[in-house]
């Protein structure tokens, strides 16, 4: 059987802060009530330390990781980060990362791909186990959103918080880990979600400072034309591809930017409700960190053996989907929250 990249372990980081929706009624003409009906967000985690950012969130879930799968940093060979919110425009923060944990006999690199870039990072470190390259990678997705967001903008400060995740990826010889991927790009879609300064194009000047060109910037409506029908293809092409039915699946794991984007791949591939992975409710869109962050969540629920199918879309436009077979029993002592139908979260 040909090796495949397994994931071995999970590592995450929450900042202790929360922005509630009732914070963000005192800062902006919003609602509790709009938050949470249009988009199923209640609170976000918000990384307060001015000194700490993207590769802080980020080493601390790696170092997670490492404990948890009983290795030292010395022994991982590639990190690769995605992020969106990098902690300089250079150097690549998988290298402060590779610092700060000890990974002394690591190299590694940055992938931007906005909210795929996690599910394209997976697919590219898969590679390098896949060929016998390397023996154990890191992927990790960390976002300090909050460091890249106008809370003066009731448009996009309402949706994002911070966040990181992590997981290993080990060689496999029996046929469990990411089994299959699909990926797409489309740059038409640049215009209705990116930061538009603080690159080669418009680098920073007063003008863009004042104009608030180095946050976030979203038409929502267009991105949510394109990413209900870009995540729904996607997982409907992975299940297709590997011929697997709705009851095939364990868990739908997709990006966390809006439960109705959300609804609208569960129906597309035919799943339960029950099947899908949310935290959307209580971290909001962490970006790079939603999917590993729910692997974490649920990794006490998944078994060696189990479906899952990984979806994203993001700015890029980036979308796809991922299968992975699960290559081990869940740990005992993972959290879990689930939304009830009233998006109020509950433990399980
Ligand atoms: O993760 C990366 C990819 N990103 C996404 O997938 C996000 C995709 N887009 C979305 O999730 C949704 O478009 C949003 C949640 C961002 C917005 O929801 P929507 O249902 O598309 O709202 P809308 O933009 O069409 O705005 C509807 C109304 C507008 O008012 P008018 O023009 O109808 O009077 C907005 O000004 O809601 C208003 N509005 C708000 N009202 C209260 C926009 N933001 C807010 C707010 N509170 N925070």
């Given at each position: 059987m040909n090796t495949t990249a397994a994931i071995t372990a999970i590592?995450?980081?929450?900042?202790?802060?929360?922005?509630?929706?009732?914070?963000?009624?005192?800062?902006?003409?919003?609602?509790?009530?709009?938050?949470?009906?249009?988009?199923?967000?209640?609170?976000?985690?918000i990384l307060r330390d001015p000194d700490k950012a993207t590769a802080f969130m980020a080493s601390e879930a790696a170092n997670e990781l490492l404990d948890k799968r009983g290795i030292t940093a010395d022994e991982?060979?590639?990190?690769?980060?995605?992020?969106?919110?990098?902690?300089?425009?250079?150097?690549?923060?998988?290298?402060?990362?590779?610092?700060e944990i000890g990974a002394t006999n690591a190299w590694g690199f940055d992938l931007l791909s906005a909210c795929s870039g996690f599910l394209f990072a997976l697919?590219?470190?898969?590679?390098?186990?896949?060929?016998g390259k390397h023996q154990k990678v890191l992927v990790?997705?960390?976002?300090?959103?909050?460091?890249?967001?106008?809370?003066?903008?009731?448009?996009?400060?309402?949706?994002?918080?911070?966040?990181?995740?992590?997981?290993?990826?080990?060689?496999?010889?029996?046929?469990?880990g990411l089994l299959d991927s699909v990926a797409y790009i489309d740059?038409?879609?640049?215009?209705?979600l990116h930061m538009k300064a603080g690159g080669s194009l418009r680098p920073a000047?007063?003008?863009?400072?004042?104009?608030?060109?180095?946050?976030?910037?979203?038409?929502?409506?267009?991105?949510?034309?394109?990413?209900?029908?870009?995540?729904?293809?996607?997982?409907?092409?992975?299940?297709?591809?590997n011929g697997l039915e709705g009851d095939d699946v364990r868990f739908l794991v997709p990006h966390q930017a809006n439960l109705r984007i959300i609804d609208a791949t569960t129906r597309r591939m035919g799943i339960e409700p029950e099947k899908v992975t949310l935290n959307i409710e209580r971290y909001g869109n962490t970006t790079t960190a939603t999917i590993p962050l729910c692997?974490?969540?649920?990794?006490?629920?998944?078994?060696?053996?189990?479906n899952l199918v990984l979806a994203a879309f993001g700015g890029g436009f980036s979308w796809g989907a991922s299968y992975?077979?699960?290559?081990?029993?869940?740990?005992?002592?993972?959290?879990?929250?689930?939304?009830?139908a009233e998006g109020v979260s509950e433990e399980a």
């Open positions: 590592g995450h980081y929450l900042p202790e802060d929360r922005l509630t929706n009732a914070d963000l009624e005192k800062m902006v003409d919003t609602s509790d009530e709009w938050i949470r009906t249009r988009t199923g967000v209640s609170e976000r985690r991982i060979d590639l990190i690769i980060l995605a992020t969106a919110s990098p902690d300089m425009p250079f150097p690549a923060t998988a290298c402060l990362v590779q610092a697919n590219v470190g898969s590679q390098f186990v896949a060929s990790i997705g960390s976002d300090a959103m909050s460091r890249i967001t106008d809370y003066t903008d009731r448009t996009t400060c309402v949706l994002f918080g911070d966040g990181a995740g992590a997981v290993l990826l080990e060689p496999d010889s029996e046929g469990y740059g038409k879609g640049a215009p209705f000047t007063h003008e863009t400072v004042d104009n608030r060109w180095h946050f976030v910037s979203q038409v929502g409506r267009q991105v949510f034309k394109h990413a209900v029908v870009g995540m729904a293809d996607a997982a409907a092409e992975i299940m297709e591809r692997l974490h969540d649920w990794e006490a629920d998944l078994k060696r053996g189990d992975v077979k699960w290559a081990y029993d869940g740990a005992p002592n993972a959290e879990r929250v689930r939304m009830n």
